[in-house]
């Protein structure tokens, strides 16, 4: 959705009374207010993606969703409040049902534009951010690696990721469909023959990367660093900027959660949502759940990546950090080298 002059004004000058909610947390109003601070200074994009925007009439809540910042958890929520699951079954929801553009779970693009925007003007408003270093990181765990449970993104992103870098890898030879999938044609290569035993292994390894696309992090990292950065709303929504995925300097959030404190701030949210509800129907996020945040972890993971590498990440997710407020970048990682 495109806002007009006036529809960008009567979003900015939002200011929905909730005084429940910012006894629950304090912390928000001074979140919030840096965050427009920080806003003013930016160039206003006028579009909202509708299409991202997890609606519940009953208890008069939106969620824009930011994958790879706690989205399942808090679509299992709202799957919760719109009275699709018990207490006892949420941790099963099978997660197709959570899938935006499903049709299964509400999202505000379904309705006329006219109940879209009467629900974002009203409704309690949230979402949810998290550092770009770690979010990036969680992206590549979650779609190339072996923790993933569908090999789809492998299978496309991966493969085409792995065939640009080939050159990289290849040592001079030149891969195609015949040699990744049978590696005795591969061996028929004169100048497969040439390399020492060493590289005839890590041409044999690559074959593999381009024919199943389980990518590294540094490959994954090259390929996003290479994108334009004034085309990111084209990326994937799982390594997609965030603030082109929920524009928090178009739209006033009522509540901004830090993923780095997920349930302690999801569950003060959660209590004021369902203040009104009979005890025993409520639900919070399980407090040990609390994500873990292992810094050395995520400067291991960038080790060894190259300067030119660091330095795009860097552009692509500058309006992140600017906006969000980290003050973590990927340049800080230089130093690991």
Known sequence: MKLTEEGIDMFANRRPDRPELWKESSQQLVRRKELRERCSAEELN???DLSRMVYDDKHKVVMCVVPKAACTTMKRAMWFLQGNVDKANINQVNTKLLVLGSG???TLNLLPKTEALKRLLNYTTFVVMRDPTARIVSAHSSKFTNRTSSPSYKLFYGRQIAMRQAVLYSKGVKLNYRNIVATSNLKMDPDFQRLSTDKQQEVIDYAKIMRFGNISFHQFGRSVSQQNPSHTKSFDVHWRPQVDLCNPCLFNYDYVIKFENLATEANGLLRYLQRNDPEEK???VDETHNPLIDDEKTRKVFDGIGNDVLDGLERIYAHDF????????FNSFKNTK
């Open 322 to 329: 600017r906006v969000l407020g980290y003050k973590t970048s």
């Open 46 to 48: 006028p579009l909202l």
């Open 104 to 106: 299964k779970i509400k």
């Open 282 to 284: 409520k639900y919070f």
